[in-house]
């Protein structure tokens, strides 16, 4: 039997296919399982960009969050749930920094069901940009130490309002 360098080469290749694992990865699990018992914040603001200022106040809660505190006059989280200690840092926030008074109307208890959480109005800004300013605040609050929360925190737009609540993201309604 006459051997060629073509058959030895097929040979050698056929050898490495049968040695290598499956090229194709097994599928990724998904990165962001429903885990409503993990604490964090989330907000839910759709695509799009956000005006400058949303910028920054998400660059201060990151680089500087004492500062941003600071800056919107929240020293503590009181309260013996996550709802009461955001109620609490936001009725700071929204009587003591003069521009979260003109943007932020009204903060009030709501129920839904079950569900205890808060609803806030908004004036002078889109509801997105407000609620992408609160989620910055309470990242801020939590890395400045002041806020850590025990359950998994959304905040949403809700018929024109800001609702934030405990539990799974667009649970809400």
Not at 3 to 14: C, E, N, Q, R, Y
Not at 25 to 32: C, S, T, V
């Amino acid at each position: 039997m006459k051997i060629t360098v073509k058959d030895v080469v097929a040979d050698i290749l056929l050898e490495k296919n049968e040695e290598k694992p499956d090229p194709k990865p097994d599928p990724k699990p998904d990165p962001k399982p429903d885990r409503p018992d993990k604490p964090g914040i989330e907000a839910s603001t759709g695509s799009g960009r956000f005006s400058a200022g949303v910028k920054e106040s998400g660059a201060l809660a990151k680089d500087d969050p004492k500062k941003l505190m600071k800056n919107l006059h929240i020293s503590s989280a009181s309260g013996n749930t996550d709802i009461e200690k955001i109620k609490s840092m936001f009725k700071q926030a929204f009587t003591g920094a003069d521009a979260m008074k003109n943007v932020y109307t009204s903060l009030m208890l709501v129920s839904k069901g079950s569900k205890e959480g808060l609803k806030v109005k908004v004036s002078e800004i889109k509801v997105r940009d407000g609620i992408k300013y609160l989620y910055h605040t309470l990242i801020g609050a939590k890395n400045a130490g002041i806020f850590n929360p025990s359950s998994l925190i959304q905040i949403e737009n809700s018929s024109g309002s800001i609702i934030i609540y405990q539990g799974k993201k667009k649970s809400w309604d």
